[in-house]
């Protein structure tokens, strides 16, 4: 006898093993059509499959959670069936689901072009409808190498012999073509469906080693419905779009070069962006009570051995030597020089909670076919903070830093975020008892704060867990900004110590945090957000004066001075250009206003406003329009202060 729980509680009982579609089957024909597969105690499982003993099982429909990495799965092996019949001299290797999609790495000759995909959408849509079983077998090592062998895929020969021994060789087919693979997959090509694209092609190696032979990797995307699809792929529209490295050329904000790799060129109106945003960090860091500080470029290895880090990042971190023997190491984070700056004098508990902050300039060996514009670079610069504490004020702290970054999002623009729990890793500093008591704390904190939270599990830092800040952009894309991590380990390795109330040296706790994680990335995702129409606090040129006739030059100049004695930034346009193409090309940099000038604006003393992506102008006064506008370039954090000092 078997008993089968099911997800509502009922059970059903079966004389003996039973299959996960005749599960499927004894539930209803409704569910046994839908079925894709089947979860056992967990365990993701071919319908084919038998359940051997009683189980808890969940059968997977198209709706199911898992039901979009399974159908990826299978797109792939479609996919690689489909390239096989088009060119039979290609090698088949691997070809996994990713996040978004699936890829598979072929050998062959001559290359691919996207060209080819056409013909190729078209094969796995013929594949589709030929409705094909796929079918598990278990083959003998020795004959799977022969057959790989013998038909010439040389790569899936060599991968079958490095399998253990005690490893099941699974072989999955369809139709006539077959693939190793340990599954699992649909019943057949059929409930696949046809929500599938290719979208890029790209190299890579085998087994990811350049000194293998080089592979054509094409990737894909796969969804549940055609209206699933159609909304990825307008996202990716909308992703090409806003890219900020386009972006960042266009608007003349930055450029990176081969001569620093993995550095930033920032150009004056980027660093303007820059130093706006920085700017409005200081001003809240200093409301909430931080201390700045600044700490070494270069440090000795030793304060890093001792940290831990060296062991942990020292392939990330680079090096120097000085006329001596010292090695120094250009720093990868800041945590060691704070914990230096704290112990210097006799910390009292009544200094704390110290909450220290640095925008601190790091520098991590990056590999260089991982960088990426903004997003990923060599050189960034943290807005980093430590907040040393007690134990019994973990919670307070964290109340404060959820608050805290809660309104600094909001003010750059971002109101959706969700926040993940990262608990011990693998491989990490500190005894279990010390983890045991970090993770109780940092849990009871963000529970106390209301926080709803998704577990990212074994994702903590090497001393401590942490909280993830995940932001959702214009787009629906998630962006992991903001941590805390809750450090027991710091204080102790590097000899931190306070006297606490009853005379005694006591080790702090040490929160690590950040908000925005790197300016860098930061900026890059912020510019990607607005699509470059960045809000006119941060706008580099808030506004640019234009002129309708080289007659109203004198005005305008009059106009841009008059503006910047207000404190805006402004730029003049008195070429010899008609208007609308001044208007076209100011679009087009993403200049929030343009105030607009001629013969009658002159004489009347007025100017007309035209905002960016909108039609209509609207006529003001010129003290009018400097005085709206500088209500509108009012900075977030100088808005938080008039609020509160007006008690609202």
Not at 85 to 93: A, G, K, N, S, V
Not at 337 to 362: A, T, W
Not at 517 to 527: A, D, M, N, T
């Amino acid at each position: 006898m078997v008993a089968i729980t099911l997800p509502d509680g009922s059970v059903r009982n079966f004389d003996g093993p039973v299959t996960g579609a005749a599960l499927a089957a004894d539930i209803g024909p409704g569910l046994a059509k839908a079925a894709l597969a089947v979860k056992v105690d967990g365990e993701l499982r071919d319908l084919s499959r038998t359940i051997e003993t009683d189980a808890g099982v969940e059968i997977v429909t198209r709706d199911h959670e898992d039901a979009l990495e399974l159908l990826r799965h299978d797109a792939a092996h479609v996919f690689a069936e489909a390239v096989q019949e088009l060119f039979p001299d290609t090698q088949i290797t691997f070809g996994p689901a990713t996040e978004d999609g699936f890829y598979y790495d072929f050998y062959r000759e001559a290359p691919f072009t996207p060209d080819d995909f056409e013909a190729m959408e078209k094969r796995m849509q013929e594949i589709v409808d030929r409705d094909e079983e796929i079918v598990r077998e278990i083959w003998d090592r020795d004959a799977a190498v022969k057959h790989f062998s013998d038909a010439g895929e040389t790569f899936k020969a060599n991968h079958v012999k490095t399998i253990p021994a005690e490893e099941d060789i699974s072989i999955y087919r369809q139709g006539d073509w077959l693939d190793l693979c340990t599954g699992p997959h649909l019943p057949s090509t059929g409930k696949l469906g046809k929500a599938f694209k290719l979208l890029k092609l790209a190299g890579a190696y085998w087994r990811g080693d350049a000194n293998n032979p080089q592979l054509q990797r094409i990737y894909g995307t796969c969804w549940r419905t055609e209206k699933e699809l159609r909304a990825y792929l307008h996202r990716l529209e909308e992703a090409e779009k806003r890219d900020h490295r386009r972006l960042g050329r266009e608007m003349d904000l930055f450029h990176i070069q081969e001569e620093a790799v993995g550095s930033v060129f920032w150009h004056p109106k980027g660093w303007t962006l820059y130093r706006e945003a920085e700017r409005y960090m200081r001003e809240r860091l200093e409301t909430a009570d931080y201390v700045e500080v600044k700490t070494p470029q270069l440090i000795d290895r030793t304060l890093w051995e001792k940290s831990g880090h060296w062991e942990k990042f020292r392939e990330n971190m680079f090096t120097a030597q000085d006329e001596g023997d010292k090695v120094l190491a250009l720093k990868p984070m800041n945590c060691p020089g704070h914990v230096q700056i704290f112990k210097q004098g006799i910390k009292s508990y009544r200094d704390l909670p110290l909450r220290m902050s640095e925008f601190g300039s790091c520098h991590r060996n990056e590999p260089s076919g991982a960088l990426h514009g903004l997003m990923r670079v060599r050189a960034f610069t943290q807005d980093d903070a430590h907040i040393f504490c007690m134990e019994s004020q973990i919670e307070d702290e964290t109340k404060l830093f959820i608050d805290l970054l809660s309104s600094i999002y909001r003010d750059f623009g971002f109101d959706d975020f969700a926040v993940k729990f990262a608990d011990r890793p693998e491989v990490r500093a500190g005894e279990d008892e010390v983890w045991d008591r970090a993770e109780k704390a940092l849990m009871d904190a963000t529970k106390a704060a209301g926080i709803e939270m998704d577990m990212n599990l074994g994702e903590g830092a090497f001393y401590g867990p942490k909280l993830e800040f995940v932001l959702r952009d214009a787009i629906g894309r998630e962006w992991q900004c903001g941590t805390l991590q809750a450090d027991f380990v710091l204080p102790e390795r590097l000899d931190a110590s306070y006297v606490g109330e009853d005379g005694e040296r006591h080790r702090p706790v040490m929160l690590h945090r950040a908000i925005l994680g790197s300016f860098e990335r930061f900026l890059g995702v912020l510019i990607e957000h607005y699509a470059g129409r960045m809000p006119l606090w941060l706008s580099p040129v808030q506004a640019v004066v234009a002129t309708i006739t080289g007659d109203a030059d004198a005005y305008a100049n009059d106009v841009i001075n008059a503006c910047k004695t207000a404190g805006l930034r402004v730029e003049a346009d008195l070429r010899n250009e008609k208007i609308n193409y001044k208007v076209r090309e100011h679009s087009l940099a993403k200049v929030p206003v343009l105030m607009v000038v001629g013969n009658r604006e002159a004489e009347d003393r007025t100017v007309a406003l035209r905002r960016l992506g909108g039609k209509n102008q609207e006529i003001l006064a010129l003290d009018d329009a400097i005085h709206t506008l500088v209500e509108e370039a009012a900075s977030p954090a100088a808005k938080n202060v008039d609020r509160n000092a007006s008690g609202s």
